[in-house]
């Protein structure tokens, strides 16, 4: 039987890479990930260490879910929370514990830029960690905006949008830093002081999203069920503050043919990005230039009291509880979920 395009003869020999301290040896290198241009698999591998400073920085001791594609991103995604057996004894992880299952898992916990290009010899893609850090996961430190379009929502609208929730953050006396999200969105990420549970958090996120809306209430919505949403709307999604539900990092590529990247950006860059601005091919160079968007994140956590006294106003004023959406994202052994 004559050899597939995937194998190992039309992949290349592997190589070794040197990363920091460790060694990192890259099976497949010339395999092909991205079908629009071409990129392999040692592209990847260069882009991250391109902008190492920014991945690192945005998976910095958090439990991580990888979204892995052996055979590239036209192939079946494996969304893996577990690490495997066999990884190197250097490598850190985390274990996090899934309640509604009663299991384990060991998640990786990135505390170096070796860490990430193991991952993308794993196989890895996309990064999506979680909101609050290794050493107390349970307590968030992280609030995250996802602006997060339906399927008739123009573009111009998440711009619209975004500048509406800079405005409410102003008012808060928060600073927001934000990215696109390597598809048709934008996020804004805030550090928060880690005083407060998943819940507490959603709860204020979602007083945020509903102050949002009545700003731009012709473009918002929060609607919880999607078949209730109108289809030309944004939704403000508030649930991924919710345990265990993750987002794409800042800097992680997207799994599709274009090699999408979620790209810092400056706010006053927002009215000229467009979703595709930003890939493999043109974020090394715009990192050398401008280094890491992001890199003042760290340096000041702000606390949430004053949207948890809106989210008791709004459950007053609506006589409603807060739903929480939950789901098969919860069980640590599903590795082939596609959601």
């Not at 929370?81 to 309640?99: N, Q, S």
């Not at 299991?103 to 070796?114: I, Q």
């Not at 890199?295 to 007053?316: G, K, P």
Request: glycine share 6%; proline share 7%; net charge negative.
């Amino acid at each position: 039987m004559a050899p597939s395009p995937s194998s190992k003869s039309s992949a290349g020999e592997p190589v070794e890479l040197s990363v920091g301290e460790r060694t990192i040896r890259l099976s497949s290198p010339d395999r092909i990930y991205f079908s629009e241009r071409g990129e392999t698999k040692r592209d990847l591998a260069d882009y991250y260490t391109a902008v190492g400073d920014g991945i690192v920085r945005a998976l910095h001791n958090r439990p991580c879910m990888l979204h892995r594609f052996p055979k590239g991103v036209d192939g079946k995604k494996v969304h893996q929370k577990r690490v495997p057996a066999g990884a190197p004894d250097w490598l850190k992880t985390t274990e996090i514990y899934f309640p509604r299952f009663g299991r384990t898992a060991d998640e990786l916990c990135v505390t170096e830029l070796g860490s990430v290009i193991w991952a993308v010899q794993m196989s890895t893609v996309e990064f999506h960690p979680w909101n609050s850090r290794c050493s107390d996961p349970e307590l968030p430190d992280e609030w995250r905006i996802d602006l997060d379009p339906m399927p008739e929502c123009t573009f111009d609208r998440v711009q619209r949008v975004a500048h509406v929730a800079h405005e409410v953050l102003d008012e808060l006396g928060v600073r927001g830093f934000p990215k696109t999200s390597g598809g048709r969105g934008m996020h804004i990420y805030v550090r928060i002081e880690p005083e407060w549970s998943f819940n507490q958090l959603r709860r204020a996120a979602l007083a945020f999203a509903r102050e949002v809306e009545r700003r731009a209430p012709d473009e918002v919505t929060t609607t919880w069920w999607r078949k209730d949403r109108d289809p030309a709307a944004l939704f403000v999604d508030y649930n991924q503050n919710t345990r265990d539900h993750t987002m794409a990092a800042a800097y992680s590529v997207r799994g599709n043919p274009r090699a999408t990247v979620s790209a810092p950006i400056l706010w006053s860059e927002v009215d000229d990005v467009a979703p595709d601005d930003f890939t493999i091919a043109t974020m090394p160079a715009r990192f050398a230039e401008l280094g890491d968007l992001h890199a003042e994140i760290d340096d000041v956590a702000y606390r949430i009291d004053t949207l948890l006294e809106w989210a008791d106003r709004d459950e007053v004023d609506r006589g409603e509880t807060d739903q929480e959406e939950t789901g098969p994202t919860d069980d640590p052994d599903v590795v082939d979920l596609d959601r």
